[in-house]
């Protein structure tokens, strides 16, 4: 473990003190995503690359293997209704604060109601790193993808099953 002693001095007549600290936390690695880069356009059935960086901010170096995923939503949860668009795993490892950049093309489905997406990346979602957090494996890009020509993919509440609203999830 890492020790750290703080040792005071006093060249005269007084208490002299001795302060230890022992970090009793075991050592772990944490996955985090850096960054997102892809191109904001795209048509039904384009592949698109999404270049997503990793880094390991734990305490201790990655040697297990770890899956990321790209998904385009309309919305702002990651449901089943939802277009998993790739993945790609990575088992070189991470060391800590190493970053690693990381290319997943992404097949945008040829059936994809046109409009504007929300993309989200997800971390090690099979959860099979043991990590010091797991609510960093999951982020919205800053950017959305428009696909098509659509304005927006749901552009005003749907009327499901003529109920004059829509329902939900």
């Known amino acids: 473990g890492t020790y750290f ?3 005071t001095q ?5 208490n002299y003190t001795i302060d230890v600290f ?3 936390s075991t050592p772990i690695p944490n996955l985090g995503i850096e960054s997102v880069k892809f191109n904001q ?3 039904p059935g384009d592949i698109v690359p999404f270049d997503v960086t990793v880094i390991n901010d734990g305490t201790l170096d990655l040697s297990d293997p770890f899956m990321a995923e790209v998904i385009l939503s309309v919305d702002s949860q990651n449901t089943w209704v939802d277009h998993n668009l790739g993945n790609t795993t990575w088992s070189g ?13 992404g ?3 040829t059936n994809i ?8 990346i997800v971390l090690d979602s099979d959860e099979m790193v043991a990590e010091k957090s797991e609510t960093d494996n999951f982020i919205t890009a800053d950017d959305t993808m428009t696909v098509g020509n659509g304005v927006n ?3 005003s509440p749907q009327d499901d099953a003529a109920s004059g609203s829509d329902i939900g999830e």
Do not use: K, R
């Not at 490892?93 to 093309?105: C, E, K, S, V």
């Not at 109601?113 to 989200?120: L, T």
């Open 22 to 24: 022992t970090n009793y």
């Open 113 to 120: 109601v046109e409009g504007e997406y929300n993309v989200f």
């Open 10 to 14: 006093f060249s005269g007549n007084g």
């Open 153 to 155: 993919a749901c552009a």
């Open 5 to 7: 002693v703080n040792i």
């Open 41 to 43: 356009a795209a048509n």
């Open 93 to 105: 490892g991470l060391a800590i604060n190493a970053t690693q950049t990381l290319t997943i093309n």
């Open 107 to 109: 097949a945008i489905p």
